[in-house]
């Protein structure tokens, strides 16, 4: 691998191949961050539904 990109100038190595790379591979990128950003949105409203669960029903068993 390395006597393939030995003859190449800095840029195509650093700059060239990485922005073909985020032009071919964008839409799996694009959507990965999107599953991770929607799984930890629904962790997020799951932690407070139990958290607000867990309130309800200690302030209904103190008052009774």
Known sequence: ???IFA???W???WIAIPVIALVVF????????????GL?????VFVALVAGLIYV???FMSTT
Not at 26 to 37: A, D, F, K, N, Y
Not at 40 to 44: I, T
Request: hydrophobic share 60%.
């Open 1 to 3: 691998m390395r006597e």
């Open 7 to 9: 003859g190449l100038p």
């Open 11 to 13: 840029w195509v190595k």
């Open 26 to 37: 964008g839409g799996v990128i694009g959507w990965i961050i999107s599953v991770v950003v």
């Open 40 to 44: 930890l949105f629904k962790v997020l």
């Open 57 to 59: 029903v200690r302030k």
